[in-house]
């Protein structure tokens, strides 16, 4: 339960993974990455985000439980935005995608609020 907790997901979701009824997607696996290092990424045959936005999910460790879930979401959400837009993380335009984002998931930063 503990388990689930630092995840932020329920046991059924959590336990679906682990029977491999299910396969985390997304942020989900930003949030699993986030506790075991992005080779969990290649475990799934997913890609592995750009490691800046893992090192802004990694300075956010002390969250848990929804607001974990919401922070990988946030940056999830975001980096897709980026690669679509084809932006880099380190660009100005990428400060704008991550402050309109962590605003809609309910992270206030400075420049957006």
Not at 53 to 70: A, W
Request: aromatic share 10%; glycine share 8%; hydrophobic share 40%.
């Amino acid at each position: 339960m503990a388990f689930c907790d630092l995840l932020g997901y329920s046991p059924a979701i959590v336990l679906n993974w682990l029977q491999g009824d299910s396969l985390p997607q997304g942020a989900e696996i930003l949030s699993i990455a986030g506790l075991f290092g992005t080779k969990v990424y290649s475990l799934l045959g997913q890609p592995e985000p750009d490691p800046e936005l893992v090192k802004i999910y990694n300075s956010f460790s002390h969250l848990t439980g929804e607001y974990r879930v919401k922070l990988a979401h946030a940056l999830w959400e975001a980096q897709t935005e980026m690669s679509q837009k084809g932006v880099t993380v380190r660009s100005e335009e990428s400060k704008s995608i991550l402050s309109q984002v962590f605003k809609k998931w309910g992270f206030e930063t400075p420049n957006n609020n």
